[in-house]
């Protein structure tokens, strides 16, 4: 069964800075890996996709990195602003089955 | 373009009473259709998911149940709310373009059984 964990659960970084999160997830049979943002009471955006095959996918001062043999994704957040201030989910789809496998989140707030 | 509607945006309704939340989306055909629940301080739970009209899949033992009495709509149910039931549900859809199986989200409903 799947499993995948981001760490940390929370963070606080002043704006600015340059910040990554961390997924790391269980079975490496994955067809493609997904970052998403949450405000609070709100759905899910999608912020980039990653397919196995796919090393790293970048969009703006996002980039989402892919170690599937290690079972590890990052997303690096350049420059960061209050507005990047959010929930961010990673979530496997794995070869087998049509569901996501959700991480716990990371909660970030960037203070200005 | 394709978009999701999700409703209503929050609901507050006593124990014992029943529930129906829709989801219907719009700009594509058989779509993959999904009912998630997050509740307060822990991740997204896969409730149900369709690959087709009347096709539904159950992920978990609980007081709710889901139907697709069309393509493109998904709906929620329980007869009687359980207090437990409170949380944040959202529905999703995945569709296959390009080579890319990429998920999208509805805003949401919030629940709260009282």
């Known amino acids: 069964k799947q499993e995948v964990t981001q760490i940390p659960a929370a963070l606080s970084v002043p704006e600015g800075e340059n910040l990554v999160l961390n997924c790391s997830f269980t079975d490496s049979a994955i067809y493609n890996l997904q970052w998403f943002r949450q405000d609070p009471g709100k759905g899910l955006t999608s912020l980039l996709l990653i397919q196995s095959s796919q090393r790293e996918q970048t969009s703006g001062r996002l980039n989402a990195s892919l170690d599937k043999s290690s079972g590890r994704s990052t997303l690096y957040i350049a420059a960061s602003q209050p507005g990047d201030s959010a929930t961010y989910l990673c979530a496997v789809k794995n070869n087998a089955g049509n569901m996501l496998t959700f991480g716990g989140g990371t909660r970030l707030m960037v203070k200005p | 373009s394709q978009t999701i509607h999700q409703w209503p945006a929050t609901l507050v309704q006593p124990v014992g009473s029943p529930l129906s939340l829709e989801c219907t989306v719009e700009?594509?055909?058989?779509?993959?259709l999904y009912w998630y629940r997050q509740a307060a301080g822990r991740g997204l739970q896969l409730l149900f998911y369709s690959v087709g009209i009347g096709q539904i899949s159950s992920e978990v033992p609980q007081n709710l149940s889901a139907s697709r009495p069309q393509d493109r709509q998904f709906i929620l149910s329980s007869k009687k709310l359980l207090l437990s039931d409170s949380g944040f549900y959202l529905c999703a859809w995945t569709a296959f373009r390009q080579g890319v199986t990429e998920a999208f989200f509805g805003q949401g409903t919030r629940l709260t059984v009282v």
């Open positions: 700009g594509t055909s058989n779509p993959n």
